[in-house]
């Protein structure tokens, strides 16, 4: 079975700067997909940016990136430039090549001060 | 919006009464999944349904059940309700008509969640 362990339960950045969030997974899998999820106080799940796990090349959505470390099983989310608007919990996520369920970790919430 | 709908938004029922809540994917997806978030248990999935069928189980309670109608909309259904049942249940799409379902990634989108609070 896969695990997905967030180790931060909440964060706090300071609007403009860069917040990194943690995030590490137990798999056997060689070919899996790995995400970042964040779930603003509307409680809306919104993909944020997703990783193959077949890609060296870390994804990168605007001003979210992430550090894919496939052999230490480690993917971090970075967020630049925050904003108030970024002030949410944040869930990574962990699915199987061919699988259909998502496994998350227990989440992050980030809170950005002005 | 993602085009997932779920209703209601909000139920507020007793323990021991039996809950169904709805979900309708985006227009053409065939799959429909559904996760529960609660404080004790984080995010987990529950159920697929594929066209029609159950795909994959997930740690669903017995007293638990959802079924997916020929319109591809979906409903779980939560009997004999405790206090444990309280919970934000999402409801997920995926796989749109055409696309093999062993193919490439498929995103899921999720609905607005439906809050229950058992009392």
């Known amino acids: 079975a896969q695990t997905v362990t967030q180790s931060q339960p909440e964060m706090s950045v300071q609007e403009a700067e860069t917040v990194t969030l943690s995030c590490t997974y137990d798999t056997s899998e060689s070919n899996y997909y790995l995400f970042w999820y964040k779930q603003p106080p509307s409680r809306q799940m919104i993909l944020v940016i997703r990783?193959?796990?077949?890609?060296?090349q870390n994804a990168t959505e605007n001003r979210f990136s992430v550090n894919f470390q496939k052999a230490a099983k480690s993917f971090s989310l970075k967020i630049s430039d925050s904003q108030l608007g970024d002030t949410a919990m944040y869930f990574c996520a962990f699915m199987k090549q061919y699988g259909n369920k998502l496994v998350f970790g227990a989440g992050t919430i980030l809170r950005v001060k002005s | 919006d993602s085009g997932v709908t779920q209703t209601p938004k909000h139920l507020i029922t007793a323990t021991g009464q039996r809950v169904t809540l709805r979900c309708s994917p985006r227009?053409?997806?065939?799959?429909v999944y559904w996760y529960q978030q609660s404080l004790d248990q984080g995010l987990q999935f529950l159920i697929q349904y594929y066209n029609g069928e159950e795909r994959a189980k997930g740690n669903i309670l017995e007293r638990f059940s959802a079924q997916q109608f020929p319109d591809l909309h979906s409903e779980l259904n939560l009997s004999s309700l405790e206090l444990g049942d309280s919970a934000l249940y999402f409801c997920?799409?995926?796989?749109?008509?055409?696309?093999?379902?062993?193919?490439?990634?498929?995103?899921?989108?999720f609905g607005p969640g439906t809050r229950l609070t058992v009392l």
């Open positions: 227009s053409g997806d065939l799959s």
């Open positions: 990783q193959e796990a077949y890609k060296q």
């Open positions: 997920a799409s995926s796989f749109p008509r055409g696309l093999r379902l062993a193919g490439a990634y498929n995103e899921q989108f």
